[in-house]
């Protein structure tokens, strides 16, 4: 398509809305006038043929006949290319005279060819010349194959050209573009984005010099957390002006854009070598104007990664991997010296790592290490801690317990230290876990002198059975024994009323009295009753296993007054005649005159054989059918001429042996019958027949 028209229809339809002009023919026909008749005479008459632009006309004659003169100076059809005229044509087909065009046809350079026909005043009617009859035709212009003009303007297209129906194109060569005059090509230089992580860039055409006027941009763009180094090797060669001030870049330069810094303009013959930008963006531009001379550059692009400071030392710590230099990626941990801990922002951490990050800076500050410390050692009940070294419960700090003498002993020895170690506990220099003050059993800080009471016994001194528990239950007073700190060992029966077990809020106990006044604001009650599984005494005449634990809510803080007897040692006997001692609060006096004592009294009485103490139960049953049996979970003790014994009040109460200066619980008072009948004796559960069942009821309760 031409261009005029194009544009006449555009402007058209924005402007007018007309409709475009029609389009000059592709072909078309002309003749003489009354063509095949002869042609009239006295004739001047043009055709103006038009076809498309961008082609060119051809005439073809099909026939031509006119009256033939020389140089068709009579009649005559002339053939013009605006003012040129292509040819002059008379004659006819094979007429000598004339100028007849035979078959060729004739081409106008341009799209437009001109017609005149023109006849003089006669047409000699012999002749009857007919005229002429010709088609035109438009043909494509190769635009391409046209010889460049001779104004010097160059070829049409400086590298490839493309002809088109009516029109041509021009195109480039790989690696260069078309200008903006769509004709010329420059060198292309539109490098675009280099983001691997080394490359190579070079000014266009390089190492020849580039072409004038180039204006070429490069950027450099990688990962954050590198940076890119430009190395400038091989020829530098950029035009620089000399000035009174030195050289300057005025019309050629390289100018290095790196985001946050000045922008350096680099020119003149001296490479710039090395240049680490500190940047993961670089733009280059690269401009010439259309003088001067520049060889042009070339330059190898290299990335590192971004550098961290040193990150310091850590006090009583340690900072690994140990680096010359540190790079983004690059983690380093800190760990303390034995016995410090990490702590950061106040904090204490487990552990600590930190990461050079893309920016340069370390992700997490350094933390610092602290001497470590095991805490307030644990409150020791009935104790104490006293410190030996350290301070502050720190690291390797000594410490020891010490427990309340004499009721208490320190598990594991006087000697038995704890240090706080690395890992913040404080650990024994023996095999213990944790201070524990084991109460001391069996030791009474004062000694009774003898005089005789209970049934023939004497009043106990303060402080001289502090094991001794006297115990209320539904109103009825008993004896108790204090076995542990929270334990407390009776007879079974004294926990059953007619058969029937009582209640725990039904039992008072009192500790630590020899004397009682109705009934002491200090009695407690306890938590849980335990009376052995195997008691069964619903009449009264079975006293097997008359043993029973009572369990109390606090435990108890053991003192010159209230003091815990042993439980029987591994191996204990039952000697006959090994004298023991028999407490209570229980009934005194003779068999005919008893009295209620608010009194604490003690009697020591000898073990009796059992045998002794079997034939006399069984000489007793001949005549009365209330006598229980003897079994081997019970001994005796007494004298065989009666007056001592334990009685009414005394159940439960304990009968102690000693070894090596230790009170320790043999039997607890049981039954008898009647109290202090010579050749009778007294009745005592075999503690140690039970003490299994004992420990596991105060481990399982
Ligand atoms: N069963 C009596 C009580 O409940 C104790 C009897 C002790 N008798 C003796 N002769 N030892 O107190």
Known sequence: ?????CIIWFLCLSVCECWPLPDPPM????????????????????WDLHVPEGHQIRLTFSHLDIEASADCYYDSL??????????????????????????????????????IFQTDANNPERHQNVGFSAQYQAIDIDECSAAEPEDGSGPL??????????????????????????????????????????????????????????????????????????????????????????????????????PGEKTQKLCGNKSPGL??????????????????????????????????????????????????????RDYIYVRCDQGYKLMTEGQEIDSFSTMCQSDGQWHLQLPECHLIDCGEPELLLNGGVTFLSGDQNQYRSTIQYHCNEPFYHLLGGANVTFTCEADRIWRANIDIVSPTCIPVCGKPTRRNSFTQRIMGGSHALDDTIPWQVLLNVAGGRAGGIVIADRWIMTAAHVLEKNGQKVTSDSVKITMGLTEVSGQPDSAIIPSSLHVH??????????????????????????????????????????????????????????????????????????????????????????????????????FCAGLPDGGKDSCQGDSGGPFTLTENGRFWVAGIVSWGADCGIKGRYGVYTKVTNYVNWINKTMQEN
């Not at 398509?1 to 028209?5: A, D, Q, V």
């Not at 072909?27 to 043009?46: D, F, I, M, N, R």
């Not at 903006?180 to 000014?203: K, M, N, T, W």
Request: charged share 15%; glycine share 8%.
């Open 27 to 46: 072909h078309g026909e002309v003749h003489s006038p009354q063509y095949p008749g002869p042609y009239p005479p006295s004739l001047q008459k043009q």
């Open 533 to 634: 599984p195997e008691y069964q005494n619903p009449h009264q005449v079975d006293f097997n296993n008359d043993i029973a634990l009572i369990k109390l809510q606090d435990p108890i803080t053991f003192r010159s007054s209230v003091m815990p007897v042993c439980l029987p040692p591994d191996g204990a006997t039952y000697v006959t005649g090994l004298l023991g001692t028999v407490s209570g609060f229980g009934t005194t006096g003779t068999a005919d005159q008893r009295m209620v004592t608010n009194m604490l009294n003690f009697l020591n009485l000898p073990i009796v054989a059992q045998k002794t103490c079997s034939d006399s139960l069984t000489l007793l049953k001949q005549t009365r059918s209330d006598i229980p049996n003897l079994t081997d979970n019970m």
């Open 157 to 258: 297209c400086s590298q490839i050209c493309l002809n088109t129906l009516g029109s041509y194109l021009c195109a480039c060569h790989h690696g260069y573009e078309l200008r903006s005059d769509q004709r010329s090509c420059v060198l292309s230089c539109r490098g675009g984005l280099f983001d691997e992580p080394e490359g190579h860039l070079s000014s266009p055409g390089y190492p020849s010099p580039p072409p004038h006027d180039v204006s070429c941009q490069y950027v450099i763009a990688v990962e954050s957390g590198f940076t890119v180094s430009l190395n400038f090797t091989d020829n530098f060669h950029i035009e620089s002006v000399g000035t009174e001030e030195g050289p300057r870049c005025f019309y050629h330069w390289l100018e290095v854009v790196i």
């Open 275 to 328: 240049i680490h930008t500190n940047s993961n963006v670089v733009r280059l531009n690269y401009q010439t104007d259309d003088a001067g001379l520049s060889s042009g550059w070339s330059l190898d692009y290299s990335t590192r990664r971004v550098e961290c400071s040193f990150p310091g030392d850590v006090a009583e710590g340690r900072v690994t991997p140990r680096l010359t230099k540190y790079f983004y």
């Open 78 to 115: 002339s053939v013009l290319y605006g003012e040129k005229l292509l040819g002059k044509f008379c004659g006819s087909d094979n007429s000598a005279d004339g100028h007849h065009p035979g078959y060729l046809p004739v081409f106008s350079p341009g799209n437009t060819l001109t017609l």
């Open 1 to 5: 398509m031409g261009w005029t028209s």
